[in-house]
């Protein structure tokens, strides 16, 4: 079974860290780029960050630039997404996804497999 786990999701006080992971199983995220999106409450999916196949491109939303740094560990089929300083904004399910492409493109319409998210609450 093809499917993407996340994991690393919780309660953080503003300010604070996390990291999530992102990890295939039933297929090797080496031939994909990998997305992280986002979905808060009554709003719709944003994309967050993507890298490319190899590593080499990465691209964040402008809301976590400088914040957000996204790497992959193509070795242990896993992708990571560090958050730090983080916003009570910041607050939403976060999830994987993965599009079998090359470059650091990750359309929210346009991916191939999906994880299914993990709850990130920012709050005092």
């Known amino acids: 079974q093809l499917q993407l786990v996340e994991s690393g999701g919780g309660l953080v006080q503003p300010g604070g860290s996390l990291r999530l992971s992102c990890t295939a199983s039933?297929?090797?995220?080496?031939?994909?780029?990998i997305g992280w999106f986002r979905q808060a409450p009554g709003k719709e999916r944003e994309g967050v960050s993507c890298?490319?196949?190899?590593?080499?491109?990465?691209i964040y939303a402008d809301s976590v630039k400088g914040r957000f740094t996204i790497v992959r560990d193509n070795a242990k089929n896993t992708v990571y997404l560090q958050m730090n300083s983080l916003k009570p904004e910041d607050t939403a399910v976060y999830y994987c996804a993965a599009v079998r492409t090359v470059q650091a493109v990750c359309p929210t319409d346009g991916m191939d497999y999906w994880g299914k998210g993990t709850l990130v609450t920012v709050s005092s």
């Open positions: 890298i490319s196949r190899y590593g080499g491109s990465k």
């Open positions: 039933g297929f090797t995220l080496n031939y994909y780029a």
